[in-house]
């Protein structure tokens, strides 16, 4: 009896009840959302023209902007694999990148027919704009907590993303 209730138990702990995840998920929206309002309130007391161009994005471009910010040197086909979408929606939208002045395209001197995508200092400084604006919430979120809530939070975050 006594290993029956035990696996009973592991069970219910498995198991989440539908109202925990979708408060969860109400939670991560409004995180998000205090997120984007941080970062357009940051944008707009700025207004710089890096600040101004992170309005001109879609939300692919900026992971694009992520992607080779964090692969300097990447490929198209590299790109490809890792957004799981096909050569020519990568180069349609390195194009539009490079036409606004973020993304340089540098031919392989090994292959000709390949080419390395970096940012430019207007790209980088989109990347840098954004940390900003993040920095700015998680400044505010440790004026609200305590130095261990925010400590808490913080291993949560990590452990989350493990």
Known sequence: MGVNWGRKLMKKKEQKSPETVDA???IIERVAEEL????????????????????HLTLTQLHYIHAIYARNGVTASELSNIFH??????????????????????????????FHLTLTEAGKNLVYVERRG?????????????????????????????
């Open 24 to 26: 969860i998920v109400g």
């Open 36 to 55: 984007r309002q941080s970062l357009r309130q940051y944008k707009a007391e700025q207004a710089s023209g890096e600040a101004k161009a992170l309005l």
């Open 85 to 114: 979408v096909q050569k020519p929606t990568v180069t349609n939208i390195i194009n539009r990148l490079q036409n606004q002045g973020l993304v340089e395209k540098e031919q392989s001197s090994r292959d000709r027919r390949i």
């Open 134 to 162: 993040y920095r700015a919430f998680a400044e505010r979120a440790e004026k609200l907590l305590t130095a261990e809530e925010y400590n808490q939070l913080y291993k949560l975050l990590e452990k989350l993303l493990q």
